[in-house]
Nanobody, 124 residues
Framework: QVHLVESGGGLVQAGGSLRLSCVAS????????MGWFRQAPGKEREFVAT????????NYADSTKGRFTISRDNAKNTVYLQMNELKPEDTAVYYC?????????????????WGQGTQVTVSS
């Protein structure tokens, strides 16, 4: 079993930055593709970014491309999401997802494990 814990969310003004972290425990995920998703109130969970197990390939949603950066440190079993130039429409609960065999996996059903989420609120 894999346990994922996100952190780093909070309240930030538009144009600001946040860095989310997702620490995995239970087993190593160094050979697993990882992703970030988000869900705003009343909306479906949507893809944000994904990174291949080796860290060499990444893929982003059009809405986050150029502003967000996903990275990973396999030695620490941790995935990061650096979010810059934040907009009010980025406000959502952000979820870490793990262990997809697909890349790029933009469908949440392609992931086996999920964290509990961390709230990101961007004020205008």
């Amino acid at each position: 079993q894999v346990h994922l814990v996100e952190s780093g969310g909070g309240l930030v003004q538009a144009g600001g930055s946040l860095r989310l972290s997702c620490v995995a425990s239970g087993r190593t995920l160094s050979n697993a593709n990882m992703g970030w998703f988000r869900q705003a109130p009343g909306k479906e969970r949507e893809f944000v970014a994904t990174i291949r197990w080796s860290g060499g390939l990444t893929n982003y949603a059009d809405s986050t491309k150029g502003r967000f950066t996903i990275s990973r440190d396999n030695a620490k079993n941790t995935v990061y999401l650096q979010m810059n130039e934040l907009k009010p429409e980025d406000t959502a609960v952000y979820y870490c997802a793990a262990d997809s065999v697909y890349f790029p996996a933009t469908d949440p059903n392609r992931y086996n494990y999920w964290g509990q989420g961390t709230q990101v609120t961007v004020s205008s």
